[in-house]
């Protein structure tokens, strides 16, 4: 069990993204192909731009008041060559390299403006990771509602700039329905003293590699922690929340928050 854990930390934070390359390549693309319609578009914003001054003379000069079709016409062509693409395009890149079955789902728009380009990049090269680890907060959901814990029903996802801080208080149901059930056998202490033990060499493996993350390395400690308690006391392995979290951890993915609606997973950089 220690071991299963111990070997996890070479996932965390390091998903696989096979498909990186090509979805860079398509990035580049995509950025070139967004310079020259910006060019083209500025282009004739300005030509436009020239003829509303061209037509607003005439309407002046004429000292009727009458306002011209003409420059009804190019008021309107003039809104909507400046109105801009809120996506930027993105909804094109996504259609070429999110999977079929992504297509109706966004993953990205749940970045800030400036990180989701970077965002859909990451997560379409690793779309059977990414799916993974939709499932492994599915089971989480599941198991911790079997311990009367809710959290949220959405999955997003958002650029890995922090860590989930609240795994102790995540995962205080289970912990306490395993320690019940251990009360009723022998060796209970000897049983919490190994798993703190495991917690506390997990946790240290954690931080050899990443020495900046000890909130993450806590976390995956106290999952560990968990694990070992719920195995000892020999609940159902479908309501184990601790094996979801090393199943999401595998996957290279680690949780950003918990909200009333969402659960955040994080998107390292690429």
Not at 171 to 192: D, F, H, N
Not at 230 to 249: K, M, S, T, V
């Amino acid at each position: 069990m220690h071991d299963s854990w111990s070997s996890l930390v070479g996932n965390i934070l390091t998903p696989a993204r096979p498909r990186l390359e090509a979805c860079l390549r398509a990035r580049e693309e995509h950025v070139e192909t967004r310079r020259v319609l910006g060019q083209r578009r500025a282009k004739r914003i300005a030509e436009c731009e020239a003829r509303l001054v061209a037509a607003r003379e005439e309407v002046f000069a004429a000292h009727d008041g009458v306002v011209t079709a003409r420059m009804t016409d190019l008021e309107r062509e003039w809104r909507a060559l400046a109105r801009q693409d809120p996506d930027n395009g993105l909804m094109d890149l996504w259609a070429r390299i999110a999977p079929a079955s992504w297509l109706d789902r966004k993953r990205w728009r749940d970045s800030d403006r400036a990180a989701q380009l970077d965002s859909a990049i990451a997560l379409a090269s690793d779309a059977a990771a990414v799916d993974e680890a939709e499932r492994a907060v599915d089971v989480l959901r599941s198991s911790l509602a079997e311990s009367g814990m809710i959290i949220g029903r959405r999955t997003k996802w958002h650029p890995a700039d922090q860590d989930y801080a609240g795994t102790v208080e995540l995962l205080a149901s289970p912990v306490a329905r395993a320690r019940e059930a251990l009360a009723t056998r022998e060796g209970e202490r000897m049983v919490v003293a190994r798993a703190h033990r495991c917690a506390e060499e997990v946790s240290a493996v954690v931080l050899e590699r990443f020495s900046d993350r000890q909130v993450l390395a806590g976390a995956v400690g106290h999952a560990a922690f968990v694990d070992h308690l719920w195995r000892a006391a020999r609940l159902p392995e479908r309501a184990n929340p601790a094996a979801a979290l090393h199943a999401l951890w595998k996957t290279g993915y680690v949780l950003r928050t918990i909200e009333a609606r969402d659960v955040v997973l994080a998107i390292p950089p690429l």
